[in-house]
């Protein structure tokens, strides 16, 4: 005994209504990506929704295009969802493939229900669409396994993996037995299977993007909290937490750190001379200065005013002098336009280094500190180099 499918399809297109509000509403607090993702997805399932609804009334409707509309729903939920995961996920969109699938798709529906009308070769068009849908969904969840994704990531992936398992059936099932009139409605196990899985498919599917959606918002705001929004590079607490990360690496790989802390010079004539917004451009052409001479592996930080931090792995001191008179030198030939005036600024090195063993961050950071306000009373614009044993260094000619 069978379960009645059309009570079940309009079951599910309720559900999916109410989940379609949940969604939308869920993501009033946090505006960026995640939310435009989570709101196509809800849009889908409005879309689901109204093809879950025909589908339960093609009993009473008693019309053969009614099951075409439904499909041609479900064709367009499944695009509007691939849309939805690759952007929540940050993978490259394949909106070509989708449109070519659906398209096509839709003219093989038209054709095998006006043309030449043959409900299994209609049937079979929608599912291998839905089929490749399926596995646009699934192969960046599948790069994320490689990669050690969450466990929201694994579980929307068995999700769709089973979908494709059922659609896999469905497709084999359709080659060996004619559809009647009932079509999806007619009682057997493939379609029980089908329609349940349909019905309930958006509950679990939206579970995990309501998931990835919180694990989404909750790496932007640990980046936020971690970046600078002025010049863009690490504030004080990423320069801690990587100055951490960077001693053990180094420990591991018996490595030293170079640490450079850089401050420019006589900042408040600047503030003075172009007031705040003109050194704020100062402090941004600064970064775009440091950065230029520093390697991919280099971190660059900004840890108050005009005082900024490099973290240089496997660097002893002379590389590391070297590097900062690189910065130096850099900023120095650099003159800087700013509100059509030319700047020239100068900048002072403190320099440390913490050997492979060490891993008090705050003591060599402070190391770097004490060598940087040396290379200040030094007279600026130079490097000054500081040992664990030494307050002050030696100051490098400018």
């Not at 994704?149 to 494709?164: D, Q």
């Not at 009682?187 to 989404?216: A, C, K």
């Not at 690496?249 to 917004?277: E, I, P, T, W, Y």
Request: glycine fraction near 8%; proline fraction near 3%; charge should be neutral.
């Amino acid at each position: 005994m069978f379960i009645d499918l059309a009570t079940v399809a309009l079951m599910g297109s309720l559900q999916g209504l109410l989940l379609a509000v949940v969604l939308w509403t869920s993501t009033g607090g946090y505006a960026g990506v995640a939310r435009t993702s989570l709101r196509i997805r809800a849009s889908a399932l409005a879309i689901e929704a109204a093809s879950l609804g025909i589908l339960g009334l093609f009993g009473q409707l008693h019309d053969p295009y009614a099951i075409v509309l439904s499909n041609l729903l479900v064709l367009v939920a499944y695009a509007a969802t691939v849309w939805a995961l690759r952007m929540l996920l940050g993978a490259r969109q394949r909106h070509g493939v989708v449109i070519a699938a659906s398209v096509s798709c839709a003219l093989a529906m038209t054709w095998f229900s006006v043309v030449s009308p043959n409900a299994n070769a209609r049937a079979l068009a929608v599912s291998v669409a839905i089929m490749l849908d399926l596995l646009l969904m699934l192969t960046p969840l599948l790069a994320g396994v490689r990669q050690g994704a969450s466990l929201a990531r694994r579980s929307l992936l068995l999700i769709l993996a089973a979908s494709m398992l059922v659609m896999g059936w469905r497709i084999v099932d359709l080659m060996q037995v004619n559809l009647t009139r009932a079509g999806l409605l007619a009682p057997s196990l493939t379609n029980t299977v089908y329609v349940l899985l349909w019905s309930i498919q958006p509950l679990f599917t939206s579970i995990g993007f309501l998931l990835i959606y919180n694990e989404t918002i909750q790496h932007d705001l640990h980046l936020l909290a971690r970046i600078d929004p002025l010049t863009g590079v690490g504030n004080r607490l990423a320069i801690e937490e990587a100055t951490v990360r960077l001693l053990a690496q180094a420990d591991r790989q018996r490595q030293s750190l170079g640490v450079l802390m850089l401050d420019a010079d006589h900042f408040k004539g600047v503030n003075d001379r172009f007031g705040h917004s003109g050194g704020d451009k100062v402090l941004q052409a600064l970064v775009c200065s440091i950065r230029a001479t520093l390697r991919d592996s280099d971190v660059i930080g900004r840890i108050g005013g005009e005082e900024f931090v490099v973290l240089s792995p496997a660097t002893d001191m002379e590389s590391a002098l070297m590097l900062g008179e690189r910065i130096r030198d850099m900023v120095e030939s650099m003159p800087q336009l700013i509100d059509g005036q030319m700047l020239k600024l100068t900048v002072s090195v403190g320099v440390a280094v913490a050997a492979p063993a060490e891993r008090d961050g705050t003591a060599v950071l402070q190391r770097a500190d004490k060598a940087l306000y040396a290379a200040k009373r030094a007279g600026r614009n130079c490097v000054m180099a500081a040992t664990a044993s030494k307050e002050d260094g030696n100051p490098l000619p400018a």
